[in-house]
């Protein structure tokens, strides 16, 4: 368990400015309901992108997601249908064939926003002041690139990106080279890793060395509430496919670890990184090429986080959760 004192006591907190970019999927509504749980963020909008499943089905997701935290004064916005250059490439495998199986869901009564996520991504930046928002890109990062292309005055309001995505020493979780979110949209992360925007990666190499154990899930269905036993089922669900592809006795957890970093920063180790990004080779597409040992001479471009506190990081989840 983590020290008590750790946790800060709620009420004394600065609240810190977010958007949320995500393709909800099991582990981005885990990372979705943290956030909202927690008082330090200010979830200014959820801007949802084609990944896991169609963008149909995101939307949806990020929108009963809502519902369950009871938050329907956070805006949900649609943003792209498919990637920048290369054909769209899904993962029902894994997160079934709605994204968020597991549960009974019934469809979601909040509505949609109608401004395109891009545009509103845009247009809040822009109204806001040099550095008072982060970006959570938890999906492939086609709508975050389109708005920095866009729009490049708005790199400045943009404190930091805190993405999941990308492998290196544990290679890629869609072909031997590339993690999926780079994977699927492997164009526009180069962009943002091109951006100059201050960039935190949880790359696979931290994902992977927090696991979910069966007595943590068990945890989360015995909090009792309805977010507790849909988190529970969702994560039962999600758990099987990489338990089975790696032997694991558990899985990870991904996008949960973006929101963690900004709860509890000390959770996490890592080191300023040049990131490059394979938009060319068919056997590499979508690599992260990281030069952990500065042979390249280009200057770091992100920190590229390897150690976590796993004990703290799921703590913290069963603690957060518990309050919604
Ligand atoms: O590789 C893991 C990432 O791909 C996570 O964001 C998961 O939700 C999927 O989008
Ligand atoms: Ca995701």
């Not at 979601?108 to 008072?132: C, F, K, N, Y």
């Not at 990870?252 to 963690?260: F, G, L, R, S, Y």
């Amino acid at each position: 368990m983590r020290p008590r004192g750790a946790s800060r006591s709620l009420s004394d907190v600065t609240t810190r400015k977010i958007i949320i970019d995500t393709d909800p999927g099991q582990d981005d509504a885990i990372a979705i309901l943290l956030a909202l749980a927690s008082p330090e963020l200010e979830v200014l909008g959820i801007t949802c992108v084609a990944g896991n499943v169609p963008l149909p089905l995101t939307t949806r997701n990020a929108l009963l997601l809502c519902e369950l935290a009871d938050r329907g004064d956070v805006p949900v916005f649609a943003g792209c249908a498919r990637p920048m250059i290369r054909p769209l490439v899904t993962a029902e495998e894994v997160h079934g064939k709605t994204g968020l199986d597991g549960p009974e869901w019934d469809e979601p009564r909040l509505a949609l926003q109608q401004a395109h996520a891009v545009d509103w991504m845009i247009d809040t930046l822009l109204g806001a002041s040099d550095g008072e928002v982060t970006i959570c890109p938890i999906g492939p990062l086609t709508n975050v690139a389109l708005a920095l292309v866009r729009e490049p005055r708005i790199v400045p309001k943009i404190a930091q990106i805190v993405t999941m995505g990308g492998g290196y020493f544990v290679g890629g979780n869609v072909t031997p080279a590339a993690e999926f979110n780079v994977y699927v949209d492997p164009h526009a992360a180069d962009i943002v890793y091109r951006s100059g925007v201050p960039i935190v990666t949880m790359p696979l190499d931290v994902t992977h060395r927090a696991l979910m154990s069966h007595e943590w899930i068990t945890q989360l269905a015995a909090i009792g509430t309805e977010v507790g036993r849909k988190a529970a089922q969702m994560l039962a669900f999600y758990e099987r496919f990489d338990m089975e592809r790696y032997g694991s006795k558990g899985g990870p957890v991904h996008d949960p670890a973006t929101i963690a970093f900004l709860l509890e920063p000390g959770l996490y180790g890592g080191k300023d990184v040049h990131v490059a990004v394979e938009t060319a080779s068919p056997l590499t597409m979508g690599m992260t090429v990281v030069d952990y040992w500065g042979r390249g001479g280009e200057d770091p471009n992100c920190r590229w986080m390897t150690e976590v506190d796993a004990d703290g990081f799921f703590d913290l989840m069963l603690e957060r959760l518990a309050l919604l």
